[in-house]
């Protein structure tokens, strides 16, 4: 092709018309109004040490377990107490949410670079509630935002083998 055909057949480019606003200017005031009240609000609650209203209740330990999670990219896990006896084999079918858990832990575990088989604290509380905690890097989930079948997963963890519980 020569130059004045690929000339020709350029792609024409789309450019506003000098009297038009992309974006309209209350728009952009709106949002910059916005942006300076959510910092104003955050800080002030920062400042003032107001107390946190979006955390878990505390509640009563009734029920508590170590285990070490194995986790696999399919989905598959492997899940042995503290001394190494084996909890649960579970397949990808049965273990996604627990070996999801697991490769969160392996992640965590590599950003503060601790042993990636140390056990996790699995916990039942008074109130219903099951949360996963590491100890070697502080990591922890309250698992109640996560669905009742993924809970139930881990509470079958919970309340499997002898009685269950450290």
């Known amino acids: 092709m020569s130059d004045t055909t690929a000339q020709r057949y350029k792609a024409p480019r789309y450019k506003a018309p000098p009297d ?7 728009m952009v005031r709106a949002m910059l109004v916005l942006v300076v009240s959510v910092l104003a609000l955050v800080s002030y609650a920062r400042y003032t040490d107001m107390p ?14 170590m285990v070490v999670i194995q986790a696999e ?18 397949s990808p079918e049965e273990g996604g949410f627990i070996s999801g858990v697991g490769r969160v832990l392996e992640r965590e575990r590599t950003k503060h670079g601790v042993p990636l088989d140390d056990p996790v604290t699995i916990t039942g509380h008074a109130d219903g509630r099951i949360s996963v905690h590491d100890p070697s890097t502080g990591w922890g989930a309250d698992l109640m935002g996560f669905g009742q079948d993924n809970a139930k997963a881990f509470v079958r963890l919970l309340t499997s083998g002898a009685k269950g519980s450290n």
Do not use: W
């Open 73 to 90: 990219m399919s989905g598959a896990a492997t899940i042995l107490d503290q001394n190494g006896a084996l909890v649960g084999n579970l």
């Open 20 to 26: 038009r606003e992309l974006v309209p200017r209350m």
């Open 52 to 65: 946190l209203i979006a955390t878990p209740p505390d509640s009563p330990v009734v029920l508590e377990r």
